[in-house]
Every structure is written in C-alpha cells, then in structure tokens.
C-alpha cells in the first residue's frame, strides 16, 4: 500500500509526558500538513512542510509542540508535557507539491488517536 | 480570519434519495475546493474538488457545484447507498498546495 501511514495508531499517556508521532507521506509527495481533528469537529491545520523546509505553523502549535522532516521523507510531531486538552486525532496528509493538475490535492493518513489522562 | 461553515451537521434520508450539503467560505481569495467522507476510525478521504474557475464537476454519483460571487459551495450525492454513511467535510484553500480550512462537519446517514 503506497498510502499515507502514522504510527502509532492510538496512544494514551499521562499528563506531564512527552509523545512523538510519526508519518510516512506518500513517496513522491513533497508536501507534508499536520492537522488536528477532536471529536464532532473538522480538522484544523497545525504546520507544513515543503520537503524540509517547514513553511508555515498555526497560533494552535504552542511552544510544547514541534515538528520535524529532516531528509524531506517521514515527519515527526511531538507534544512536550502533555495536557488533557492535547488529546483528539492528530491527523497527517501529505501532497504533490510540484505545479499540476492535482496541485492541490492532499490525502490523509489514519491519524493517531492521543489520550492524555 | 478564515471560515467554512458547513450545513447541516446531521442528514438523515432514505436508500436512493438525494443528499445535499452546503458550505460557505469567508475569504474571497479561497480558489480549490475539496470534499473528504470520513469513516469511523479512519482519516478523511478526498472523494471530489473543485477549483475555482469551474461551476460544477460531476463523478458518477457525485456532484460539487461552487457560485463564487455568494461564496458558496455544495456536494450532491444521487441515489444514495447505505455505504454513503460518514462524515462530510467541506473545505477551502486560498494558496496553491496551502492549508486546507474544514467546515464542522455532516454526519449523512442512509436508511436501507
């Protein structure tokens, strides 16, 4: 399967604790979003990159968070002390990013589902 | 700042009638348009676009349709099947390959 993965698929941690989460863009995708989805909502963006370079981050990516995709490839997102408000779905997609018909079209992993007791 | 709004957040219809949703967007310069369904457990699925030179784009059962002047956007779904059962979201973007603004969501339940 040539899809977007993340890993892991579910993660439940206490309060204080650092997470980091993975994703595996699609391989020919330079763009690489970040978005966070908590339940009933719709997703809301967070970063992204253009190969490595990450191009823009949201008011919603305190200083707790970083993310990183040091060789253009797979991301990482990490949540330094987490809080009970951090838990939702963190959801990743990944895009062309070259000019073209399908430009603009991005395609979502699974998500990684955080559960911050 | 940057808004969709979406509507309804639940529609409820019968095997083989049509479903309708709504979105508006706030920021003028908003140019693509996709639609996701999402499952239960699962990461949205990118099922139709639009961009914003074009009135309407049609796939099978699927249809977008987008009136830039009221900034409006809506996603037809014709004879529908219990397997169209999800969450809608609608969405908007004003860069080329930028973020994507969602709306809320539909929750569109098809009774066999």
């Known amino acids: 399967d040539t899809g977007v993965s993340q890993d892991p698929r579910h993660k439940i941690t206490k309060r204080g604790q650092n997470v980091t989460f993975r994703c595996d863009p699609i391989?020919?995708?330079?763009?690489l979003y970040w978005y966070r989805q908590t339940l009933g909502q719709g997703p809301e963006f967070l970063t992204y990159?253009?190969?490595?370079?990450?191009?823009?981050k949201s008011r919603l990516l305190s200083d707790r968070f970083s993310a990183e995709r040091p060789k253009g490839s797979f991301s990482t997102l990490e949540i330094q002390r987490t809080e009970q408000g951090d838990s939702a779905m963190y959801l990743c997609?990944?895009?062309?990013?070259?000019?073209?018909?399908?430009?603009?079209?991005?395609?979502f992993g699974p998500g990684t589902r955080l559960t911050v007791l | 700042g940057e808004n969709v709004e979406q509507h309804p957040s639940t529609l409820s219809v019968q095997e083989g009638d049509s479903a309708v949703i709504k979105c508006t967007y706030s920021?003028?310069?908003?140019?693509?348009f996709p639609w996701y369904k999402q499952e239960l457990g699962k990461g949205p699925q990118l099922i139709i676009d639009?961009?914003?030179?074009?009135g309407e784009k049609k796939d099978q059962r699927i249809a977008v349709t987008l009136n830039k002047t009221a900034k409006h956007f809506s996603l037809h779904i014709t004879e529908t099947q219990p397997e169209d059962s999800a969450v809608y979201f609608c969405?908007?973007?004003?860069?080329?390959?930028?973020?994507?603004?969602f709306g809320q969501g539909t929750e569109l339940s098809v009774k066999p």
């Open positions: 990159f253009q190969n490595e370079a990450q191009l823009e």
């Open positions: 920021d003028s310069a908003s140019n693509y």
């Open positions: 997609a990944s895009s062309l990013g070259v000019a073209g018909e399908r430009y603009n079209e991005q395609f």
């Open positions: 639009i961009r914003s030179n074009v």
């Open positions: 391989s020919e995708h330079n763009r």
């Open positions: 969405a908007a973007t004003r860069f080329q390959g930028g973020k994507l603004i």
